[in-house]
């Protein structure tokens, strides 16, 4: 409805937005930094950052970053299935079929890594996202699980990434032995002010906006009320479209962020 009277050709802050269309926000790019980093170094990294704040996008672009033809990617959030599942999980990315028992499973992972990298000169990147549920075991299991001593160089990337208490978790003396193993860290920043008010236009442009819809205070607004988190903002800023176009309101002011931002709980 709000899309004809504000003439735009798409719906703006969708989640299925391509990666060629991100806006490459400070923190945005930073991560993939890191993870570019990571890329050549191998080993484990630490992408942190509150809801919202765009992880998993970031995530997204990295894996399609990779070449398919050096890099095997399994990107697992940890919210589906038990820990076994996620075991077997593993093994079934690196194309195995996964053994009963959990020592002959972790044999049978490490192997298959090994079997990858050495093997067929392939790379295998493991994105466990979501890891801020994981139990203590489970974050224990992995610094064995990816304890490749022996080798020189590390056979595979692994990438964590989840909320900020993770990060306090993993601070904590019994998860050392993963923690010391860790050569990359990221947490995300919310986006600035200016930064804000770029997002929204870079979103409104996308979706064919040829005039500004949003007032400058009505992007202050936004500004405050979200904090500078992404998901937030693309929340807020549909309801507004949405009250916009039901009072028949060519530019949105602060008053229709007020009431959308109220309707939405900010
Ligand atoms: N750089 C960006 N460019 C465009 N849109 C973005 C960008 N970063 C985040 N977004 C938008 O913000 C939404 C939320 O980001 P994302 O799902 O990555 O957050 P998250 O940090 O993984 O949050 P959670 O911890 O809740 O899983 C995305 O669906 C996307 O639409
Ligand atoms: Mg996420």
New binding site residues.
């Given amino acids: 409805m709000y899309k004809t009277f504000y003439s735009l050709a798409k719906t703006p ?3 299925d ?1 391509k990666q060629a ?5 400070t ?2 790019q930073e991560a993939l930094n890191g993870l570019n980093y990571l890329q050549t170094s191998k080993g484990i990294g630490l992408i942190i ?13 990295f894996k399609d970053s990779l070449n398919p033809s050096l890099y095997h990617v399994v990107y697992f959030p940890l919210s589906t299935g038990g820990v076994m599942d996620f075991y077997r999980g593993l093994a079934y990315g690196l194309g195995e079929e996964p053994k009963f028992r959990k020592v002959d499973l972790f044999r049978q992972i490490q192997q298959g890594i090994e079997r990858m990298d050495q093997g067929r000169k392939v790379t295998p990147v493991f994105i466990l ?2 890891m801020h549920m994981a139990k203590d075991a489970f974050l224990q299991d992995l610094a064995i699980l990816f304890n490749f001593q022996m080798d020189s160089s590390n056979p595979f990337i692994l990438v964590l ?3 900020p208490h993770l990060k306090t978790r993993l601070n904590l003396n019994h998860h050392r032995p993963l923690t010391q193993r860790i050569i990359m860290r990221y947490q ?1 920043q919310p986006l600035k002010k200016d930064d804000v008010f770029a ?1 929204i236009d ?2 409104m442009k996308l979706a064919g906006a040829n005039m500004p819809i949003f007032t400058e205070p009505a992007l202050e607004a936004i500004a405050l009320r979200t904090q500078g ?3 937030v ?2 929340t807020l800023t549909t309801n507004c479209l949405l009250f916009g176009a039901q009072l028949k309101k060519e530019q949105i002011d602060e008053e229709i962020v007020r009431m959308a931002a109220e309707d939405g709980g900010l």
């Fill in positions: 802050f969708t989640k937005m269309e991100a806006y490459r926000s923190s945005y950052g509150d809801p919202g704040a765009g992880k998993t996008f970031t995530l997204r672009s996202d979501e990434a989840g909320l995300f997002y870079h979103h988190w992404p998901r903002i693309d």
